[in-house]
């Protein structure tokens, strides 16, 4: 069974910094599209940030775009998101997501929440 | 940016009713159209990809049609366990871009 597990959430102050991971499994990783995916606690979703297959192209929303980064390591089967610069509208539950454009996301993990407040 | 407009933001809907949900596109998304189900404290989950593909697993009472700008969500008989917030996704273009959500609520 296809499995995605985030962690590294947390409560940071304005300007910090955090890094979240998310553990795949139950499928061949390094063939797959990631991405990231927060809901607001207002219920939005916003996409987050994308990676291809090989960790050689990755897309962002103007929104987070210059602060976070997203990256993987297919020899470990885990996706991840650093966030740095952080701001209190950053607050969110964020989700590891397998697809993105032109691949369906299908699988969501069960998401690890930062909140970012002084 | 393509603006996905989802309608209604939340409706009441009786057991065994007949449901639909429509998401409009600001632009053609060519089908790349995804639907999802949310329900309380848990994540979403993917319901129909590429407009009208429904994800292994999901009932049949699920459907998904459209093309161009155009797509909605049909749940053909409505059960208790459909309660829940469905969103739609556009995943055509970057930056990729969610409907606002519709709340589904027993009446």
């Known amino acids: 069974d296809v499995k995605l597990v985030e962690s590294g959430g947390g409560l940071v102050k304005p300007g910090g910094s955090l890094k979240l991971s998310c553990a795949a499994s139950g499928f061949t990783f390094s063939s797959y599209t990631m991405s990231w995916v927060r809901q607001t606690p207002e219920k939005r979703l916003e996409w987050v940030a994308t990676?291809?297959?090989?960790?050689?192209?990755?897309y962002y929303p103007d929104s987070v775009k210059g602060r976070f980064t997203i990256s993987r390591d297919n020899a470990k089967n885990t996706l991840y998101l650093q966030m740095s610069s952080l701001k209190s509208e950053d607050t969110a539950m964020y989700y590891c997501?397998?697809?993105?454009?032109?691949?369906?996301?299908?699988?969501w993990g069960q998401g690890t929440s930062v909140t970012v407040s002084s | 940016d393509i603006k996905m407009t989802q309608s209604p933001s939340s409706m009441y809907a009786s057991l065994g009713e007949r449901v639909t949900i429509t998401c409009k596109a600001s632009?053609?998304?060519?089908?790349?159209l995804s639907w999802f189900q949310q329900k309380p404290g848990k994540s979403p989950k993917t319901l129909i990809y590429r407009a009208n593909r429904l994800v292994d697993g999901v009932p049949s009472r699920f459907s998904g049609s459209g093309s161009g700008q155009d797509y909605s969500l049909t749940i053909s008989s409505l059960e208790y366990e459909d309660m829940g917030i469905y969103y739609c996704l556009q995943y055509d273009e970057f930056p990729l871009t969610f409907g606002a959500g519709t709340k589904l609520e027993l009446k």
């Open positions: 997501t397998r697809g993105g454009t032109r691949d369906a996301m299908d699988y």
């Open positions: 990676i291809s297959s090989g960790g050689s192209y990755t």
């Open positions: 632009q053609d998304i060519n089908s790349y």
